[in-house]
């Protein structure tokens, strides 16, 4: 069996002093190697693995044959992201773990396939679609929220001629994919194509508003609005509780990512954003977000950046690449540890996290062995910056301000089989209630746009 073609990458000791992307993509010749070791199943266990139910055989049949103009096609008939999904997805735990070639050997590189597929068609100028390609029905759609979730939605509904409409908190387009993912894994101007994309199919952005606040779910009924979809996200960030939390120079991941990312920290002097670069770091958790913090942290001038996770490398969420990298641009792990007090100096700057050494016990609920202190075992880490990455919790703002809108006693919305929430006509999908990665909000979004086409078709027969 052929061995997996490796994504080219940039060597840590260059990439961790910029923002520039850390893998390259495959060329041309490393492409079709790759797309002809894909088996071409009959049964694709790999589909049934891709939330957004994407042909994978067949765009990959496509590449093989070098014919990527029509493997996009094949790709964005599902996915109104592929230059993302191919860049942040999971693969590894989703579609490429269902590979046939797996169960012996290494998968097919999916993820690296639909990249390269997504990145020939931007390099290549492919004709988008416009809103004459599309038969209009006149019928309104308010979506909330602009992340992965919310665009999906949107594209989809788009392409079965809803007039589709999405409000946006913030001054910019993409929520989490914007705000939340760094340059070098997802660059802006990737992200930028993929959204004129779909301002190409004629949906309306209006930036700078608020749902709950600038405007009501009650009122965007009244503009007309026959059907909405909330993707608000998750944004509201998890804290430890112990001692010392509230000192200057700890942030939530939260709030550091989106002061690099979303306010161009990382772009300094044309961009002179409000962050602190501390030079010792400490951040605490054992995701995607804390692997982001880190190597942002890194890139920014820090001179020691540590990671403190409480259980193993073994039971890190992190995407098993994103631990590779950040290894290997110096981030050091030290795992099996848990912070029970930040200590400061006079000022009430933080000046050290005292720690304790865990060891691992009984699996969990999740199926993880809980970690247990062990007791006596305090140390100290100097520290003159911390960075919590310890998860985030839904959006509260537009629950707690809709009168009829439930949410369980975590503060997701509570949907139906028909992703439908508890109010009629509100639909709802992604870290709102309960998703997880970006593949995920996706495949919500996708199947919310469904339920909603359904549901409009039953209220407005004649308009379908």
């Not at 705000?179 to 990737?190: A, K, Q, T």
């Not at 009829?404 to 949907?415: A, Q, R």
């Amino acid at each position: 069996m052929r061995q997996r073609m490796k994504m080219p990458e940039r060597l840590p000791n260059e990439r961790n002093k910029d923002f520039l992307q850390v893998n390259i993509g495959y060329t041309r010749k490393q492409m079709l190697e790759e797309a002809k070791r894909c088996l071409q199943c009959k049964k694709p266990f790999c589909v049934e693995g891709c939330p957004v139910e994407i042909n994978i055989p067949k765009f990959i049949k496509e590449l093989s044959d070098d014919n990527p103009a029509q493997a996009i096609k094949i790709i964005k008939q599902k996915n109104n992201l592929p230059a993302v999904c191919g860049r942040v997805c999971p693969q590894e735990s989703q579609c490429e773990k269902y590979c046939i070639l797996s169960r012996k050997g290494e998968s097919v590189g999916i993820g690296n396939l639909e990249r390269y597929s997504a990145d020939w068609a931007a390099a290549n100028a492919q004709k988008k679609t416009s809103p004459s390609d599309i038969n209009k029905n006149g019928i309104k759609i308010a979506i909330i929220g602009s992340g992965p979730a919310g665009l999906t939605a949107a594209g989809d509904l788009a392409n079965m001629g809803y007039e589709v409409t999405v409000f946006e908190s913030l001054h910019d387009i993409g929520g989490v994919l914007r705000y939340g993912i760094p340059e070098f894994r997802l660059p802006l101007d990737v992200l930028e194509i993929e959204i004129g994309n779909l301002k190409s199919m004629g949906i309306e952005f209006i930036l700078n508003t608020l749902v709950g606040r600038t405007k009501t779910v009650k009122e965007l009924f009244e503009e007309d609005f026959k059907s909405i979809f909330i993707g608000t996200g998750a944004g509201l960030p998890v804290f430890l509780g112990i001692e010392g939390e509230n000192l200057n120079h700890i942030y939530s991941a939260n709030e550091f990512l989106v002061r690099v990312n979303l306010m161009r920290a990382f772009d300094f002097p044309n961009y002179d954003t409000p962050v602190y670069k501390g030079k010792n770091i400490v951040i605490i958790g054992g995701g995607n977000t804390a692997m982001d913090s880190a190597r942002t942290a890194l890139r920014l001038g820090a001179s020691s950046v540590k990671l403190v996770y409480r259980r193993t490398e073994n039971e890190m969420p992190a995407r098993k690449e994103e631990r590779l990298h950040a290894q290997e641009e110096g981030i050091e792990f030290i795992t099996l540890t848990n912070p029970v007090k930040f200590i400061g100096d006079e000022k009430g700057f933080v000046k050290a996290v005292e720690c304790i050494k865990m060891e691992l016990g009984e699996p969990d609920e999740s199926g993880r062995r809980r970690p247990k202190k062990v007791e006596g075992s305090n140390f100290g880490i100097e520290a003159d910056m911390a960075i919590l990455a310890l998860g985030l919790n839904p959006n509260p703002v537009l629950p707690s301000l809709t009168e009829g809108l439930n949410t369980d006693s975590h503060g997701y919305l509570i949907i139906d089989d028909n992703y439908m929430t508890s109010i009629p006509g509100v639909f709802a999908g992604g870290d709102i209630v309960g998703g997880d990665t970006v593949i995920q909000a996706m495949g919500m979004g996708k199947q919310a746009a469904k339920r909603i086409n359904e549901y409009l078709k039953n209220l407005h027969p004649t308009n379908n």
